[in-house]
Structures are given as C-alpha cells and as structure tokens.
C-alpha cells in the first residue's frame, strides 16, 4: 500500500491545477475496458488501456503474488490490485478489522489532517464481503479515493486520483463501482419473530 499512498499523495496536489491534455489523449480517455480475472472470481472497467502486472515479493500471510493493473485518464490514475493470502488468513480472523486495517494502512502518515480532509472514512460492504473506504480530499478539491474488500481469503483494492471536476470524479466513482464478485456473502440473518398481541 505504500507504493499507491506514495504515488497517490504525490498526485493529488497536481490534479487541482488545470493541465492542457492533447486532443489525441481525451479521445483515447473515454474508452473503457473490462477486467476479467483468470480465475473468473472478479470483473471490473477501468480506462484504456490498462497495463498488467505482477509482484515478484510476497508478504507475511500472501499465498500468490500481487497481481495488478493500472491505467491513466487524462491526469487521473485508476490502480486495482488483488492478492489471494494463506487458507484462513482473514477467514479466521475479524474480517471488518482487517479490511480497516488494510484500507486505512499508512494513510494519515501519506495524508496528514488538517492539510488533508477525510470526507469518507468507513467500512462497507460488497455483495455481503467486508470492505472500507477512504476518500481523502486536498486543498482545491483534488484528492484519492480507496476501496479495500476481502472476500474469502483474496484481498482488492481499488485507488483512483480525482480532480476537483465532475468528470474526474465521474470517472472515479465508475472505476470503483465496477467491481463485480463472482461469489455473494451468504449473510446468517435471524428469523423475524412474529410480535405478541
């Protein structure tokens, strides 16, 4: 994670100051492309084209490499990654915790407040699968947006740069509401009990 907060942080002054983009770049900027993982357990769009590639290091708990892919809109870099980790790894463990843990990571070293707003700090969930997002904002309304989810024992995380335009943030929300999983959450939900009169 730190390699994205790095980039990201490094990013997101820049994107608050107009850039002329060539012609050339914006016509190209508004093709998609689906990511179909080879295992079919995921799908998601990100902008064309997106460039493949994987982690040659693992970390404690990493049963694969980290396999990721990455791609740029205008000034805006779209980032989505995916590991899968030992048997059990978050199975046995608090699952809403460790997607904190993983989603928050180095972020208040990389953005620190006040010079930074977190204007969404909290878990959420993907087809019953627990997540957490993080969108921090910069002066001039340019910041990132993070998504982290585990499902099963596989961690994804999304990370896209945003402008303080529409049409960046547009892109954005597109990019991290495109996540699709192959599996749903059976989620245990208890028997409604009939009320007494």
């Known amino acids: 994670m730190n390699r994205r907060l790095f980039l990201a942080s490094a990013l997101v002054l820049p994107l608050a100051v107009p850039v002329a983009v060539p012609v050339a770049a914006r016509a190209q900027s508004d093709e998609w492309q689906t990511i179909v993982a080879p295992d079919l357990r995921f799908r998601l769009e990100m902008p064309s084209p997106a460039t ?6 693992k970390e404690k708990g990493h049963a694969s490499p980290r396999v990721a892919w990455e791609s740029k809109r205008g000034q805006q870099i779209f980032d989505f990654d995916y ?17 904190k843990e993983l989603g928050r990571g180095d972020a208040e070293k990389a953005f620190p407040k006040p010079k930074y707003k977190y204007v969404r700090d909290e878990p959420i969930t993907l087809q019953g699968w627990d997540g957490y997002a993080l969108d921090i904002e910069g002066e001039g309304g340019a910041g990132v947006m993070m998504r982290t989810y585990i499902a099963k024992d596989r961690l994804f995380r999304l990370l896209v740069t945003v402008g303080d335009d ?7 929300n597109r990019f991290l509401d495109s996540l699709k999983l192959a599996e749903t959450r059976q989620v245990e939900t208890k028997p409604v009990e009939p009320e007494k009169k």
Do not use: L, N, Q
Not at 52 to 57: F, L, M, P
Not at 166 to 172: C, L, P, R, V
């Open 166 to 172: 529409k049409a960046s943030k547009d892109a954005a």
């Open 83 to 99: 590991v899968d980790y030992e048997p059990g790894w978050f199975s046995s463990r608090d699952s809403k915790e460790m997607a």
């Open 52 to 57: 493949k590639s994987t982690a040659g290091e």
